[in-house]
């Protein structure tokens, strides 16, 4: 039986997760929690028995170096591994950079809670959430799901926005129900899909 196995990782916590800040496209590093965030999403996924057999990645090195640590648990550091661009953050745009509390105490709780979790309102210079399905969701389908419908098992180390852009179609939230699916950083959520590439059931390891 086809296998269709999908598995959808945020990286481990970042440098500016820590720091608070709004990040983006921006490139900083894991810290060392996350560091540990990402050899634990490796050791549960092997404690599984879940096996890959090629990932996809954004061209941003806190989800390459997360893949790269739960890879070498997994005892598959020589997978292939594909990197797009498709797959980075939603872009914050003048955001990027600035503290979130800062900006809470600067713009208003409710606003920053609309350009964080909105679906269609954009941070300034920024991406909705919508403008973030546009660039991920045609990559998924060209790209990432034609291997799984093959029988490849397949894992992505991405974003918490880029990775619910493509939650949103596969568990077919509306634009409410989206801005309460939140993703924990380094938590792997497990997908079997049906031939038809519809869910046919989902594990959430955070919960
Ligand atoms: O800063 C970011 O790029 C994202 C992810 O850490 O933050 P938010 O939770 O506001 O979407």
């Known amino acids: 039986m086809t296998e269709r196995l999908l598995v959808l990782v945020r990286h481990g916590q970042s440098e500016w997760n820590l720091k ?22 490796g050791t549960r996924l092997k404690a ?24 070498g ?30 900006a809470r105490a600067r713009w208003g709780e409710e606003q920053v809670h609309v350009w964080r979790r909105s679906y269609d309102v954009p941070p300034p210079g920024g991406e909705s959430l919508k403008d973030t399905v ?25 974003h918490g926005n ?7 179609v596969l568990e077919k939230h509306t634009p409410e129900s ?6 924990a950083t380094g938590a792997p959520v497990i997908y079997r899909l049906k031939a038809d590439s519809t869910v046919e059931s989902v594990v959430d390891l955070a919960g």
């Open 20 to 41: 608070n800040l709004f990040t983006g496209w921006r490139d900083p590093d894991l810290t060392a929690l996350g560091v540990e965030e990402a050899l634990k999403a």
């Open 162 to 168: 880029s990775l619910r852009a493509l939650i949103m």
């Open 134 to 158: 546009a660039r991920t969701l045609p990559y998924y389908v060209t790209e990432i799901l034609p291997k799984v419908l093959q029988g490849n098992r397949v894992l992505v180390a991405a």
């Open 73 to 102: 648990e997994l005892g598959q550091s020589d997978l292939p591994v594909v990197k797009d661009i498709a797959l980075n953050e939603r872009d914050y745009g003048d955001l990027s950079g600035l503290n979130k509390d800062d």
């Open 178 to 183: 989206i801005m309460k699916r939140e993703l």
């Open 48 to 71: 599984e028995g879940y096996q890959f057999d090629i990932a996809f990645t954004s061209n941003l090195s806190r989800a390459q170096k997360t893949l790269t640590l739960a890879l």
